[in-house]
């Protein structure tokens, strides 16, 4: 059965420092979901991703959050400046249509020291 | 501010039993209804749509939603242990899910 997959599954880094988690939907979906959880909180909407370009996000989602698909099969979320609250497990998602299902990833563990 | 309420638990039911959790919704307008579970250090995990009033099973599971209520329930019956998780009841609202803080099950054998 297709599931979405996701790279490394623990980033540890430094304050300040760029991370770039990566995804790989799957393959036949055509929206693609950034979600967050921070430890014992709920999971949180960061942005959504449609035709190469953002269609939704969320207040969390500011100028240090980026997206991209690079390629047919990757879609990538990066940090520019990673601060201490960015420590979080981060899910991809993705979903064939826009009210459709979501199917998640197995979650990035990132730790920001 | 769009919101899904849920009891965050902890639910206790005995092995065999049926559990029953809740979930209210605060957008009249969501039209798309999920139930995920989510083991501890894991990713949500799907377990049931429903987008119409009404009831609707599969196996073990029934997801039952009233639009006028704003309500959607879950109910998992001959509980095992293995049914021990935190369950988000979620709703699509412009293309995004809305998670509820979601409510601890636990199977007591």
């Known amino acids: 059965e297709p599931e979405v997959t996701q790279t490394p599954s623990h980033q540890v880094t430094q304050m300040g420092q760029e991370v770039i988690l990566r995804c790989v939907p799957i393959?036949?979906?055509?929206?693609f979901y950034w979600y967050r959880q921070i430890l014992g909180q709920k999971v949180e909407f960061l942005v959504s991703?449609?035709?190469?370009?953002?269609?939704?996000k969320s207040e969390i989602f500011d100028d240090q959050f980026s997206v991209e698909r690079p390629d047919g099969s990757n879609f990538t979320l990066k940090i520019r400046s990673t601060k201490l609250e960015d420590s979080a497990m981060y899910f991809c998602?993705?979903?064939?249509?826009?009210?459709?299902?979501?199917?998640f990833g197995p979650g990035t563990r990132l730790t920001v020291l | 501010q769009k919101e899904v309420e849920q009891n965050s638990g902890p639910l206790s039911v005995p092995e065999g039993a049926i559990a029953s959790l809740n979930c209210t919704y605060s957008?009249?307008?969501?039209?798309?209804f999920f139930w995920y579970r989510q083991y501890s250090g894991k990713s949500p995990e799907l377990i049931m749509f429903?987008?119409?009033?009404g009831d609707k099973e599969d196996g073990r599971f029934t997801a039952q939603l009233n639009k006028a209520s704003q309500y959607v329930s879950l109910l998992i019956r001959d509980s095992q242990p293995s049914d021990s998780a935190t369950y988000l009841c979620a709703v699509i609202w412009a293309s995004k899910i809305i998670f509820g803080s979601g409510t601890r099950l636990s199977i007591r054998p």
């Open positions: 991703f449609y035709n190469n370009e953002i269609s939704e």
């Open positions: 393959s036949n979906h055509l929206y």
């Open positions: 429903i987008y119409s009033n």
């Open positions: 957008d009249r307008g969501s039209q798309s």
């Open positions: 998602a993705s979903g064939s249509d826009r009210t459709d299902t979501q199917y």
